[in-house]
């Protein structure tokens, strides 16, 4: 069966840091990736996709890659801010979907002290 | 330009009951999703809709149901209710068309307690 796995529950790191969220999936062939985060009682946002064909994306602060080979996908968070705390979401896009439909992983919940 | 809006936000019911949430998407998005989300679960896929068809449906049982108008405003409906059917409902919508990745935005959800 399909499975998507994100390495823990809860991640706790110092402000400036470096976050690293592991996403892994199994039974699953992505055309792309895309993370999310969810703030508590929220809506998840969307981040940032990442195509099978692109080994790594960034966004400001935010770096994905995408390994199809490991059936793997790393979110780091460079320089990580207490306001960086929320839950962290991947999807990856099955080719046998449609738009609108995700899988998602558990999340991962991301803490950052001062 | 106007997000994904949900309503109600917040209702309680009770078992037995029926519930019926609403989303209206972004402006020119025609696909609509809905997914569940529980503490233990996390986010579970209920349907979609395109142009007021049902293209893609979860694994939940028939008391849940949905609809699209042709203005790609949805509703769902929740029918007999019971306590494992308390959970943040939400919805999603995409913008349809050529290149598009599927990118999902959501709504602030509806946070359905059934007592």
């Known amino acids: 069966s399909q499975k998507i796995e994100q390495n823990s529950e809860a991640l706790n790191i110092q402000e400036g840091k470096t976050a690293t969220l592991t996403c892994n999936y199994t039974?699953?062939?992505?055309?792309?990736l895309q993370w999310y985060r969810q703030d508590p009682g929220r809506g998840p946002v969307f981040l940032l996709l990442?195509?099978?064909?692109?080994k790594e994306k960034r966004k400001e602060r935010l770096k994905v890659t995408f390994d199809t080979t490991l059936k793997q996908s790393l979110f780091h968070i460079t320089a990580s801010q207490p306001a960086d705390s929320a839950t962290y979401l991947c999807?990856?896009?099955?080719?046998?979907?449609?738009?609108?439909?995700?899988?998602f992983g558990r999340g991962t919940q991301l803490t950052v002290w001062p | 330009k106007a997000g994904v809006t949900q309503t109600p936000r917040y209702l309680i019911k009770t078992r037995g009951q029926q519930v019926t949430l609403s989303c209206s998407p972004i402006?020119?998005?025609?696909?609509v999703s809905w997914y569940q989300q529980t503490p233990g679960q996390g986010l579970q896929f209920l349907f979609e809709?395109?142009?007021?068809?049902?293209?893609n449906k979860g694994n939940f049982p028939g008391r849940f149901s949905g609809r699209q108008f042709s203005n790609s405003r949805s509703e769902m409906n929740v029918s007999t209710l019971e306590l494992g059917d308390s959970a943040l409902y939400l919805c999603?919508?995409?913008?349809?068309?050529?290149?598009?990745?599927?990118?999902?935005?959501f709504g602030e959800g509806s946070r359905l307690t059934v007592l």
């Open positions: 999603a919508s995409s913008l349809s068309g050529g290149g598009n990745t599927g990118e999902l935005f």
């Open positions: 039974n699953y062939s992505p055309a792309y």
């Open positions: 990442i195509r099978e064909n692109e």
């Open positions: 999807a990856p896009f099955d080719r046998g979907s449609t738009l609108g439909r995700l899988y």
């Open positions: 402006s020119g998005h025609r696909s």
């Open positions: 809709y395109f142009s007021e068809t049902q293209r």
